[in-house]
């Protein structure tokens, strides 16, 4: 399978209920993808302008400024201590490395790449990119023997699920059995609200304090409101690192340097990320019961951006439904195979939407 055999981008069927969502007298409330809408935080703004004389170009590796900010912060907001230079590194957000990862580790035919039943759909696209066959599990024990990259999710999207360290020790001691890799795709680790703690796949108590086989993957676009700067990163085992260092170099893959300026500025500062985790909670709080009101259930949904509801009905109807109100969600057909009578919604709207959005579904009920 190539480029030219990738399905439909599955966004694109969304399109008709949008269309009469917005035609609702009060607007549509866009609930569906997980675009942040607050402003970008003055300290990352005045750390960009400070960098903007980038005539040279960046290093692929990024500054050793930044490299510091990555292990800095690992060491201070996840619990992962020691990490050094060589085993961190920026990407260009991190759509773009689960997207390429199956191909800079070699994958291909015949090899195996496991992910969550439910599912972020581009660590499906990933594999297929390179021929492998994509597995959906959430039980290592399913796990088959080709298996060479295992994808884990916490907090998930769309469920919101959290992993406990049991649960990641399991996943990395049968990874480690099959001779896999286990990438931890921790996007959302700062918006946990129902759970103690999201810990890291790169946590001690999870890898017995050795990264051997073991990759996170971080995005400042929910913690810092950066998807526009696609600032991300990945660290743990030092030889991953470097392999995937190497071939980023001879695909030209590097973060822009104003960005990455930007980004050690926002790892580095703790206060606007407990800014946005405060928006993101009260959109919540006023978001979920009215949710709940209207007839969904809720499932997980303890961390990160989304509400992952069902009304016990295929999701294309409650699309319909909701479509009606002037609401526009995510349905859960675009998360694999397992969830058709679920959808997705995000915090990601403006506090007046978020608003608009619950007096609708109240009024609904």
């Known amino acids: 399978m190539g480029v030219a055999d990738l399905a439909d981008y599955p966004w694109d069927a ?33 750390a960009l302008k400070a960098a903007t004389d980038a005539h040279a170009y960046p290093q692929t590796v990024g500054t050793p ?26 990407t260009i957000g991190s759509k773009e490395l689960v997207a390429l990862l199956p191909l800079l580790l070699d994958l291909g035919p015949g090899d195996v790449v496991v992910h969550p039943r439910a599912a972020y759909p581009t660590y499906e696209v990933g594999a297929r990119l390179v021929g492998a066959t994509p597995f959906a599990s959430d039980d290592p024990a399913e796990w088959p023997a080709a298996t060479r990259l295992v994808w884990l999710n916490s907090p998930g999207n769309p469920d919101g699920r959290v992993l406990d360290v049991d649960t990641l020790r399991a996943a990395v001691e049968r990874a480690r059995e099959l001779g896999a890799v286990v990438a931890g795709d921790e996007c959302y680790a700062e918006l946990g ?16 304090g050795d990264a051997d086989g073991v990759l996170a993957v971080y995005s400042l676009s929910k913690q810092s409101n950066l998807a526009g700067y696609r600032a991300a990163l990945v660290a743990g085992d030092r030889s991953l690192v470097g392999r995937l260092l190497t071939a980023r170099k001879h695909l ?7 960005v990455q300026a930007a980004m050690a500025a926002a790892l580095r500062d703790d206060v606007h990320v407990a800014e946005q985790r405060e928006r993101y909670r009260r959109r919540r709080e006023i978001l979920k019961p009215a949710v709940e009101a209207a007839g969904f259930r809720l499932d997980h949904s303890e961390a990160g951006l989304y509400l992952w509801a069902t009304e016990g009905r295929d999701a294309w109807e409650s699309m319909d439904r909701l479509a009606d109100l002037g609401i526009l969600a995510g349905p859960g057909h675009f998360y694999g195979t397992h969830f058709p009578q679920h959808i997705r919604l995000s915090l990601t709207a403006t506090d007046e939407r978020v608003d608009a959005a619950a007096r609708r579904l109240r009024a609904a009920s």
């Open 14 to 46: 969304v399109a008709p209920y949008a269309a009469r969502a917005r035609s609702h007298p009060d607007g549509i409330v866009d609930l569906s993808i997980g675009s942040p809408v607050d402003p970008t935080p003055s300290v990352v703004v005045e």
């Open 65 to 90: 400024d930044l490299r510091d900010a990555i292990t800095e912060w690992f060491a201070r907001r996840r619990g992962v201590a020691g990490l050094t230079r060589d085993q961190v590194l920026p």
């Open 193 to 208: 609200w129902d759970v103690a703690s999201i810990p890291s796949v790169l946590d001690p108590s999870v890898t017995g």
């Open 252 to 258: 030209g893959l590097m973060l822009p340097a104003p």
